[in-house]
């Protein structure tokens, strides 16, 4: 009956607040104050019990001090055979506090910290960051390392946790304690208070020394941290890379410095810590022998009794202890405040895509894009796309065909709204992109692109993910139609995982370019959008592969509006116009045969794959 009466309680705390809410992934307050009480605001009822429980607790702790006190007047003055019957009621009652109210207090204590405050309140905050930041744009991410990001949001849950928690602990806690001693202190003699007050204004000052710079070496710390994890996390990403050019040594100096760094900011932290160790082990002694001697003298004077002695030696003894755990704790609050702020210039920056208030769901009835004046130059004076306008009518199969660097990929992530047009429009079937939700956007855009990313999920995570409401049926059919269905029944993880339950590794890395490329192809076959953009689709296929699946492209590009890029002429050349780039300009339009005889840029790219490399050879 106990266990099931505890078991409950721990179910009822740890679902008192909802870790997941399904609301609004909103950008938190700046300012730190407003940040952390963003993040914690749904706890306060349990804060609120916590820090109560606390008060109570310190104030009974501080109460047996006393009572310490007494039975030692009561020893040295009782009769033996009638001290049970002065005293037995009490010191029953004491037991009783100290056997049955103060567990249980310390019962209801522990359970709302760890049951209901502990996982939920980090949790809750780790999904709330994580929700905002999943949602910034591609180039937030490009802009920073993967692992520094994660780690910003990692950090900074358990530290707006700890942070909360040691206020409502140790600050109440203490406060409560401190003045419960002094109170008892007076009570007894005014002047055993007087090396408490001398020994709290030291403690004060020392905290007011070596908090401050232990904070600043916190936030170096807490950055220093995140790079040094960004780094470690990037060499892992890009391992391929990293064993191709043999750079295993390179990486660890790449790593070093960062550890380096990091290890750099550990020792001028641990030379404060041992500084401040030394200094509260001076003020302790200092106040044990004050307090003691001034106590003995006391009593020799007849002023206090040996049971005010016993008290004050005794609490001197217990705030001993207490001081190098506050201390600690403090110096970990101003730690907490350091890795909060720094992870605030991160959460909380405002996102650069975002739907407008009256945003509505892209609707593609016929797929014709419209491209106006658009210009974009990834906020730099210029370099990229100036003035540019294109129509891709319903249904058209464009071709983009350019120099690298001449614009088409930047023409692309503009379509998708990757980022926003700094001037100019993109229309979808008379729809302003800038004003529809992003998703819907996204939802009517199948792609697939040269360096393709798998999700380090299933192979039928991989494929349904552009349709998650798919059957496993319709993507084994889409796997088919895309020739992948052979090489996926053979797969198996090192977990044991075959076929179409098998996964994929980090980014597919336990595939082959080709094999990754069929995925992402099988995965757009199964979305089946309006619109379909190619970006070097078929670059990762061998030749008879691709043959094999020409045939499924063509059928999915039938009554879809279709752009594809591809360096690889010949698998656009049978588009029904081709757009040609260059400096983020359109220079040319027009078929195959057309630019042929135009003889211009095209003709000229066209020259050298299809043969001109072979001639220059020859005539040398």
Known sequence: MLQEAIDRLFTRLEKSREPFPDIPAEM????????????????????????????????????????????????????????????????????????????????????????????????????????????????????????????????TSLSVRQFVLTLAEVLLYVTVYFAGALIAFGATDLRLVIPMLLWLTGYLAAMRYFVPRLKQISVMQSDAR?????????????????????????????????????????????????????????LNALLLSSATALGIWLWSTGAVTAGALALTVGLILRLQGMSHWIMWEVAGLFEHIGVIQDGIGTLAREQ????????????????????????????????????????????EKVGLVGRSGAGKSTLVNLLLRFYDVEKGKIIIDGQNIAEVRQETLRAQIGMVTQDTSLLHRSVIDNIVYGRPEATAEEAIVAAKRAHADDFIKGLEDPKGRRGYEAHVGERGVKLSGGQRQRVAIARVLLKNAPILILDE????????????????????????????????????????RLVIMDQGAIVEEGTHDELITRGGLYAELWARQSGGFLAREAAE
Not at 366 to 382: A, C, P, S, T
């Open 28 to 155: 938190p307050p700046r300012d730190f104050i407003p940040f952390v009480v963003c993040y914690v605001r749904p706890f306060w009822k349990l804060l609120l019990a916590s820090s109560l429980i606390a008060a109570v607790v310190a104030l009974l702790e501080v109460s047996l001090f006393a009572v310490l006190g007494n039975i030692v007047d009561w020893l040295a003055r009782a009769n033996p055979e009638t001290f049970w019957e002065n005293h037995g009621t009490f010191l029953v009652g004491m037991g009783v506090l100290v056997l049955v109210i103060l567990p249980i207090l310390k019962f209801f204590y522990e359970a709302v910290i760890h049951q209901g405050l502990m996982g939920n309140m980090a949790m809750r905050t780790r999904w709330q960051a994580h929700r905002y930041v999943l949602r910034q744009s591609l180039g937030f991410f490009q802009d920073d390392f993967a692992g520094r990001i994660a780690t910003k949001v990692m950090q």
């Open 226 to 282: 995140s790079i040094m994890t960004g780094r470690i996390v990037d060499s892992y990403t890009n391992i391929q890379t990293v064993k191709m050019f043999a750079h295993a040594d390179r990486e660890d100096s790449y790593a070093r410095d960062s550890m380096a760094g990091f290890l750099d900011t550990v020792n001028k932290q641990m030379r404060l810590v041992t500084y401040m160790t030394i200094t509260l082990n001076m």
């Open 537 to 576: 689709a078929t670059s990762a296929l061998d030749s008879e592969v691709e043959a094999a699946i020409q045939e499924s492209l063509v059928e999915l590009m039938a009554g879809k509006t279709v752009i594809a890029i591809a360096h690889r002429l010949s698998t656009i050349a049978a588009m029904d």
């Open 352 to 395: 650069s895509i975002v739907n407008v208030a009256s945003a509505k769901p892209l609707v593609v009835s016929d797929g014709r894009i419209d491209l106006q004046n658009v210009r974009f130059h990834y906020g730099k004076e210029g370099g990229v796309i100036d003035d540019l306008s294109l129509t891709i009518n319903p249904g």
